[in-house]
């Protein structure tokens, strides 16, 4: 079965996930973890992408990123993995890929579900019971997201942006974000949209992607047709 395309715009943020093989590890030490940061900052830097997300867990990455060339978010991800997998394969006597297959990735709707998606990244850490806070977690965006910590290779997204009239508040509101967490069902419709590739919006942003790529994208709808869609499909 020929792999599934995947399709970016330019402007609209893509949430990608990066898991390693077989669920196994692909980072070992803190330098890892440094080391991907590094490479993630150069690719960031060569293909102007802005990266507003992250979370570097043991065995997969979450990214929340936006492009100015939607092209260029495969370049992007090629760039550290072309980098990152020599690394580590050099360092620990490994060969081949350490990645499982390619990256997961959707595209955000900007309005509706992309603070959503920042919570749901950086709450990583404390879904896999690693930590009870956020803030205890080293290896993401969080901190600099609520003003503890600046990391340089972060931008901050217009959406973020609007939580306050200046960084005090901005930072206060955000972390506010986290207080309830994310209720199941939005935590599931995430999940949903990077494993199959299915935009992440509500049916107007849906068709706004569709209408713009002049062609359906994630995937379809299960279960029997309705009768709208038979007599669509009736001579």
């Known amino acids: 079965m020929p792999r599934k395309p995947r399709f970016y715009l330019p402007n609209v943020p893509v949430h990608i996930v990066h898991r390693g093989h077989s669920r196994s590890a ?15 900052k150069k690719a960031a830097e060569k293909y102007s ?35 990152y997998v020599p690394y580590i394969n050099h360092k620990y006597g490994k060969s081949g ?6 990256y997961k990735a959707c595209l955000v709707q900007e309005d509706t579900y992309f603070l959503s998606v920042m919570v749901y990244i950086e709450l990583n850490p404390v879904r896999a019971n690693m930590v009870e806070s956020p803030s205890h977690y080293r290896w993401s965006s969080f901190c600099h997201n609520t003003g503890v910590q600046n990391i340089k290779l972060i931008d901050s997204h217009s959406i973020y942006e609007l939580l306050g009239v200046d960084k005090v508040s901005r930072t ?19 999940s949903d949209a990077w ?3 299915t935009p992440l919006g509500n049916d107007y942003f849906r ?29």
């Open 26 to 40: 692909v980072f070992f030490e803190d330098q890892d973890y440094s080391t991907y940061l590094y490479w993630l």
């Open 49 to 83: 992408l802005s990266i507003h997300a992250f979370v570097l867990m043991t065995n997969h990455v979450h990214l929340l990123v936006t492009p100015k060339l939607g092209e260029d978010v495969s370049l992007f991800m090629q760039y550290i993995g072309r980098r």
């Open 97 to 102: 890929s350490i990645w499982e297959g390619r």
């Open 172 to 190: 206060k509101a955000y972390q506010a974000l986290f207080e309830s967490h994310l209720d199941k069902d939005s935590m599931k419709k995430i």
């Open 195 to 197: 494993l199959t590739g």
């Open 207 to 235: 068709e706004m992607i569709e209408n713009t790529l002049v062609k359906k994208v994630g995937q379809d709808r299960r279960g029997r047709p309705s009768k709208q869609t038979k007599r669509a499909l009736t001579p």
